[in-house]
């Protein structure tokens, strides 16, 4: 029953949604191209083309998925088949918690009224913090995987700064980089290059943690990691100390 219950949960709301939409793109590239070349896809062609096919699919549901989870918000984590009537189980759940010492005898009422009445209220409690805890869960695990990507990109940006011999400035929020003389045009477009899309990266995932602190706070008070918070803390400090003074930008 565990196990049921387990899978259930992984039944959310993002991720029926993102499977949905990939099935539906896949069936339309594959009949379009069937169309077209003659071709069909998986069951004919050359392997090349079939892991190309796949690899699209797979990129589209990554790309989906992030834009209905950011759409969404801890929505995009709740398990399908219990979406109807969310916002009245959160509301039962914050209640039963704030309440319990102010009104002892309301639970001890619902067990000596009707039948239905208990069943239903139980049922609804015993499902809320299944949800509650299942968001918490993933919750949890998004803000470490944002924080450890944070680092991976800092210290990226750290060494490319160190192996390239580079400085990097912000100017009115905006990212300036300066390179040595000896540097190629074809070297400076390249890091150019390289050092602004670390540093969009950087900027959406400290971006995305700050919406992730505010679920956090909605769901427990922002409590749930403080480990995470504090590395994310240390991650922005890191970023700061990269760049150069503007004294030095000539």
């Not at 077209?36 to 998986?42: I, K, N, Q, R, Y």
């Not at 759409?71 to 995009?76: A, M, N, P, R, V």
């Not at 890091?191 to 995305?208: A, H, L, M, P, W």
Request: aromatic residues 8%; hydrophobic residues 35%; glycine residues 6%.
């Amino acid at each position: 029953m565990r196990f049921l219950s387990f899978i259930k949960n992984k039944f959310t709301i993002g991720a029926v949604f993102s499977l949905l939409a990939s099935v539906l793109v896949g069936l339309f590239i594959r009949s379009t191209y069937q169309y077209v070349c003659g071709v069909s896809l998986l069951l004919e062609g050359d392997i090349t083309l079939n892991a190309l096919y796949l690899s699209t699919l797979a990129l589209f549901r990554f790309i989906f998925a992030a834009g209905l989870e950011f759409k969404l918000g801890t929505t995009y984590h709740m398990p399908i088949l219990d979406y109807k009537g969310s916002t009245v189980l959160y509301m039962d759940d914050n209640s039963t918690s704030n309440d319990s010492s102010s009104k002892p005898s309301s639970s001890n009422t619902g067990l000596s009224g009707s039948g239905s009445g208990s069943s239903n209220q139980g049922g609804s409690s015993v499902i809320t913090k299944e949800v509650v805890q299942n968001i918490k869960a993933n919750l949890v695990k998004d803000m470490k995987d944002n924080v450890t990507t944070q680092w991976n990109m800092v210290d990226k940006l750290i060494k490319m700064k160190k192996d390239h011999n580079i400085k990097l400035y912000s100017v009115d929020g905006n990212l300036e980089i300066g390179v040595p003389p000896s540097m190629t045009d074809e070297e400076v477009a390249k890091i150019t290059k390289q050092v602004g899309i670390i540093d969009r990266i950087i900027q959406t995932k400290f971006s995305e943690y700050k919406n992730m602190k505010k679920a956090d706070a909605n769901i427990n008070g922002s409590k749930l990691d403080i480990t995470s918070d504090i590395m994310s803390k240390a991650n922005k400090v890191s970023y700061k100390m990269i760049f150069d003074d503007d004294d030095d930008n000539s």
